[in-house]
């Protein structure tokens, strides 16, 4: 049963527009969720994350929205560039002294377009 | 800083052989994390060191064993690999088990033929 979805497996876009990365999840009991990038051959990196308790964080061009009550999150990126070609994953954590206890989605390739 | 590394980034076995893989971080911290990640899956955590001296099982920890040989070393061993156990192996580290946020290394691509 796969808690984190990430429907679109991929997504390719022109630079310069908005990039839009969604994630739905299925258990209510998380409380925080992140945002990793990864290139081919290299480990995720953490992007952004955003608690519960907040609709939405933003840092530089990149901004997440959670909507709470329909259990999605997604990631925009403004501008998009061909630098921010790579696989993101959407991860989500129940906190409450399992903060480690990260659930991954399957990951969505942006192909960022010059 | 080096970060978190892995050794060796490739490896080829054949059924049955045994073989451990090494990771190491540089940030002084506490937690630390070993991950697969199987074609078009998500990563899932295989076992984690809270702290120096404990380990826990994670979602998917049948067929490995895993040594916190110190602070800065989390080693994840596969006594008998198997076909099912290809894959690209993370190792991750964090301050504590209260962080959100995990610092991982480049993955180690592992091949059971």
């Known amino acids: 049963d796969q808690q984190v979805k990430q429907n679109s497996p991929s997504l390719s876009v022109q630079e310069g527009r908005i990039s839009i990365l969604n994630c739905d999840y299925t258990?209510?009991?998380?409380?925080?969720f992140l945002w990793y990038k990864k290139y081919p051959a290299e480990g995720p990196t953490f992007l952004i994350s955003?608690?519960?308790?907040?609709d939405k964080n933003e840092d530089g061009r990149f901004t997440v929205f959670l909507n709470k009550s329909a259990k999605h999150l997604s990631l925009h990126i403004v501008p998009s560039q061909p630098g921010d070609s790579a696989v993101y994953f959407c991860?989500?954590?129940?906190?409450?002294?399992?903060?480690?206890?990260?659930?991954f989605g399957k990951g969505t390739l942006l192909t960022v377009n010059p | 800083n080096a970060g978190v590394t892995q050794t060796p980034k490739f490896q080829v076995l054949k059924t049955g052989q045994s073989m451990t893989l090494q990771c190491a971080q540089d940030?002084?911290?506490?937690?630390m994390y070993w991950y697969r990640q199987d074609p078009g899956m998500g990563l899932r955590l295989i076992y984690y060191?809270?702290?120096?001296?404990?380990?826990d099982k994670g979602e998917v920890p049948n067929g490995y064993n895993v040594s916190r040989l110190n602070k800065r070393e989390f080693s994840l061993r596969l006594e008998s690999a198997a076909p099912s156990q290809t894959s690209v192996y993370f190792c991750?580290?964090?301050?504590?088990?209260?962080?959100?946020?995990?610092?991982f290394g480049p993955g180690t691509r592992l091949t059971v033929t």
């Open positions: 991750a580290s964090s301050p504590n088990a209260a962080s959100y946020e995990q610092y």
């Open positions: 060191s809270a702290s120096e001296g404990t380990t």
């Open positions: 258990n209510s009991m998380f409380d925080y």
């Open positions: 991860a989500a954590s129940p906190g409450g002294g399992s903060n480690y206890k990260l659930t």
């Open positions: 955003i608690s519960s308790i907040k």
């Open positions: 940030m002084n911290h506490n937690s």
